[in-house]
């Protein structure tokens, strides 16, 4: 036989009717709820008699964590009132202590249900500032991302369309959880405002597939999305999304430096940092290409250029999209550039949008669209012959018509 075994409740720590009546019922099978044992939301019970015990949850007036001073445990004075009263402190669960009684003699901890929802109202209302600084965190943090050039947008065309989902319900399980929590709290307060005593015998077996089932999902979404996050951020460190622009199979969907050239093209870098490309789609993209080189050519006209071409290419699977997408591109370059960006004016290309600016130092930078084609390219020249905006770009826009 064992002596000792774990168990996730069968409901949320909210519920308060629900744990008295699991824990009771525990006790009556002869598992007893070791102190103040509930690891990462896992009960830990060891073997006992089998004898009618009575649980009961108390809402804590203040707000308690294990990292408290007091190490999350009730006053002295409540625990040595429960105490005389009977009732033996057996641990705590969210913001209510647990308290246990085998003597059937024992009067109950609280009689008066206007006193209880007291008590439930402190909770709730703590739990409610929780829930609002959650939300408002959020908010805020996607804002201020937003003002620095991050976009969420952008992050879904390279992450694809599980990563961004992921992501989306695994913010939108933690904000329905919260407002559930709040939820339950309220109603239980007003039924104790009413006079009506808690249920303690609860049939808690009713709502236990539906925690278990959303527990599994939510902490599956949480793992699920680690991992493709994790992923990706080691993809992006190591460049293990990127490949020597020599490996590209065949030509990419736009002109690069090599059409700028006329008979000679030498390369400057052979570095995966600086020479490279990559390519993915997704639901969002049919294809996405990043490409950057850094080389020195020899023009028609005999001027020799020297520098780096940075191509963002996007081939949207649907023309609103692809829209969206420029607007995007010219919107996250004008906030991280800030005090660099500057506007110019737009060369007439024959695009459906074109955007021309100062995106880093003094370098040019377009975006132009056309139908479901975005391209983003940045061209930094640094030797003493150079071509003008109107003349480079109007070559990438050739090779999108």
């Excluded at 991050?150 to 329905?176: D, E, Q, R, V």
């Excluded at 081939?315 to 997408?325: D, G, N, V």
Aim: proline content about 5%; aromatic content about 12%.
């Amino acid at each position: 036989m064992k002596d000792r075994i774990w168990r996730l409740p069968p409901c949320p720590p909210y519920d308060v009717e629900g744990m008295e009546s699991w824990l009771s019922d525990m006790a009556a099978r002869g598992w007893k709820l070791e102190p103040d044992d509930f690891f990462f939301g896992i009960a830990s019970f060891i073997k006992t008699d089998p004898a009618p015990v009575r649980y009961r949850l108390e809402a804590s007036p203040k707000k308690v964590s294990t990292w408290s001073d007091d190490g999350g445990v009730p006053d002295r004075e409540a625990w040595e009132l429960n105490t005389d009263c009977g009732w033996e402190y057996a641990g705590r669960r969210g913001q209510f202590f647990i308290y246990r009684t085998a003597d059937q003699n024992a009067p109950e901890l609280h009689t008066d249900p206007q006193v209880q929802a007291l008590a439930v109202k402190a909770v709730e209302k703590r739990q409610l500032r929780n829930l609002l600084f959650l939300a408002g965190y959020w908010l805020l943090y996607f804002f201020l991302r937003a003002l620095q050039g991050s976009s969420i947008l952008l992050f879904a065309m390279k992450a694809g369309l599980p990563a961004t989902l992921l992501l989306a319900l695994f913010l939108l399980g933690a904000l329905t959880f919260g407002i559930g929590e709040v939820l339950s709290l309220r109603r239980l307060k007003k039924r104790l405002k009413e006079g009506a005593p808690p249920d303690h015998r609860k049939d808690w077996k009713k709502t236990r597939r539906r925690w278990f089932g959303s527990r599994v999902l939510f902490w599956g979404l949480f793992i699920l999305l680690f991992v493709l996050l994790f992923r990706m951020l080691g993809d992006a460190l190591e460049n293990r999304d990127r490949m020597p622009r020599s490996e590209y199979p065949g030509k990419p969907p736009f002109a690069t430096l090599a059409d700028f050239a006329e008979g000679e093209y030498r390369r400057t870098w052979n570095d995966i940092h600086y020479d490279y490309a990559s390519r993915w789609s997704n639901a969002f993209l049919k294809e996405g290409v990043e490409w950057s080189e850094q080389a020195e050519i020899r023009r028609p006209d005999g001027s020799r250029l020297s520098g780096g071409l940075k191509i963002t290419y996007y081939h949207a699977r649907s023309e609103a999209l692809a829209k969206l997408l420029a607007k995007e591109l010219q919107r996250t370059d004008r906030a991280s550039a800030r005090k660099y960006y500057e506007e110019l004016a737009s060369p007439d290309l024959g695009m459906d949008d074109t955007a021309a600016y100062h995106a880093l130092a003094h370098f040019p930078c377009v975006v132009l669209r056309k139908g479901n084609i975005v391209i983003r390219a940045l061209f930094y020249q640094t030797g003493n012959d150079t071509v003008i905006l109107e003349e480079w770009a109007g070559i990438l826009a050739e090779s999108l018509k």
